[in-house]
């Protein structure tokens, strides 16, 4: 059972939730990054040998520089297609969406049909929980505008959101979707906020919001590769069900300074890894047992901590 926000901040401890079942792509591209992730996350990891850990992490990784020769170039020339007919007048009007639009408001982007086994991929493991879930939704004979909106969703429902004040500046906002967030702070005026209750006449508000992304099926191209930057679940759930492409929001980068703005931290510290490598790991790796582990891990949120400092000086005009 949840506790409410209201519960929290009196100060009782949420309840501890069951874990769930991952699926964790071995082999690539760190040792160190799995023996700390079964450790830390997975029910009894602590417990483990982390010689049976490396033995098992290192027959992926020989796996790996196998298909380097079998499979060389397998990530290049992934299809990014033109959307069928029946999905053209949804791009149009996602284009118009106010979210879209403040997401990929700086690179060239198109919406495309991705081959998605061919999906180049960074993110190391994903919740077979929560892909079950979105498997519910799909059926045979999808509709492409189902599939669209599956991919590319403009109103979906969100996770719960547990607020705490923690001290008297501090407070702490807490939600099991890893899509939670820190907006952009604003600057309001007092009339644009109802109910505002204050001690005296008010010039200005700044406000500090939590949220949470647009969260649309998202890759990067560079050059003959395509690379999965959001929506893991879905791509992988989709690709598990047999279908081979999906819409998919399409930013273009042509150098490292654009990287920077379209991917995450781990593609940008090593992107010759994804996108020069001969064989790097794939969306459809996921899917093969030699390299997709099954853990039972303690279930993750996603935390964000805001404390307000202020300094107030007052001095003579020089």
Same mark, same amino acid.
């Given at each position: 059972?949840?506790?409410?926000?209201?519960?929290?901040?009196?100060g009782?401890?949420? $309840?501890?939730?069951?874990?769930?079942?991952?699926?964790?792509?071995?082999?690539? $591209?760190?040792?160190s990054? /799995?023996?700390?992730?079964?450790?830390?996350?997975?029910?009894?990891?602590?417990?483990?040998?982390?010689?049976? &850990?490396?033995?098992?992490?290192?027959?992926?990784?020989?796996? /790996?520089?196998? &298909?380097e020769?079998?499979?060389?170039?397998?990530?290049?020339?992934?299809?990014?297609l033109?959307? $069928?007919?029946?999905?053209?007048? &949804?791009?149009?009007?996602?284009?118009?969406?106010? /979210?879209?639009?403040? =997401?990929?408001?700086?690179? $060239?982007?198109?919406?495309?049909?991705?081959?998605?086994?061919?999906?180049?991929?960074?993110?190391?493991?994903?919740?077979?929980?929560?892909?079950?879930?979105?498997?519910?939704r799909l059926?045979?004979?999808?509709?492409?505008?189902e599939?669209?909106?599956? *991919?590319?969703?403009?109103?979906?429902p969100?996770p719960?959101?547990?607020?705490?004040?923690?001290?008297?500046?501090?407070? %702490?906002?807490? *939600?099991?979707?890893?899509?939670f967030? %820190?907006?952009?702070?604003q600057?309001?005026?007092?009339?644009?906020?109802?109910?505002l209750?204050?001690?005296?006449?008010?010039?200005?508000?700044?406000?500090?919001?939590?949220?949470?992304?647009?969260?649309?099926?998202?890759?990067?191209?560079?050059?003959?590769? %395509?690379?999965?930057?959001?929506?893991?679940?879905?791509?992988? =759930?989709?690709?598990?069900?047999?279908?081979?492409?999906a819409?998919?929001?399409?930013?273009?980068?042509?150098?490292?300074?654009?990287l920077?703005?379209?991917a995450?931290?781990?593609?940008?510290?090593?992107?010759?890894?994804?996108?020069?490598?001969a064989?790097?790991?794939?969306?459809?790796d996921? &899917?093969d047992p030699?390299?997709?582990?099954r853990?039972?891990?303690?279930?993750?949120? =996603?935390?964000?901590?805001?404390?307000?400092?202020?300094r107030?000086s007052?001095?003579?005009?020089?």
């Amino acid at each position: 059972m949840k506790r409410s926000a209201s519960q929290l901040a009196a100060g009782e401890t949420p $309840p501890v939730a069951a874990p769930e079942e991952l699926v964790y792509l071995l082999g690539q $591209p760190h040792l160190s990054d /799995y023996l700390d992730f079964v450790r830390d996350k997975a029910v009894g990891g602590a417990e483990l040998s982390q010689r049976a &850990l490396a033995d098992e992490w290192r027959k992926a990784n020989d796996l /790996y520089y196998a &298909l380097e020769q079998a499979e060389a170039g397998a990530a290049d020339g992934a299809q990014c297609l033109p959307l $069928p007919a029946a999905m053209r007048p &949804l791009a149009r009007r996602l284009a118009r969406d106010r /979210y879209f639009r403040d =997401t990929y408001d700086t690179l $060239p982007t198109q919406i495309r049909m991705v081959e998605l086994g061919r999906l180049v991929v960074s993110q190391s493991s994903v919740s077979a929980e929560f892909s079950a879930e979105l498997r519910r939704r799909l059926h045979p004979g999808m509709p492409e505008e189902e599939l669209f909106r599956f *991919c590319l969703p403009t109103d979906r429902p969100h996770p719960a959101v547990r607020a705490r004040r923690v001290s008297s500046e501090r407070w %702490l906002f807490t *939600c099991d979707s890893t899509d939670f967030r %820190l907006h952009r702070a604003q600057l309001l005026k007092p009339a644009r906020v109802k109910d505002l209750r204050t001690f005296g006449p008010v010039s200005d508000i700044l406000a500090l919001m939590v949220g949470f992304g647009s969260n649309f099926m998202s890759v990067v191209r560079s050059e003959e590769r %395509l690379l999965l930057q959001n929506g893991y679940h879905r791509a992988y =759930t989709l690709l598990a069900a047999g279908v081979t492409h999906a819409p998919a929001v399409v930013q273009t980068v042509t150098r490292k300074d654009e990287l920077k703005i379209a991917a995450n931290e781990d593609v940008c510290e090593d992107p010759a890894f994804y996108f020069r490598a001969a064989r790097p790991p794939l969306l459809r790796d996921f &899917l093969d047992p030699r390299f997709g582990k099954r853990l039972l891990v303690q279930r993750m949120q =996603t935390s964000i901590e805001i404390e307000i400092k202020t300094r107030t000086s007052t001095g003579y005009l020089v």
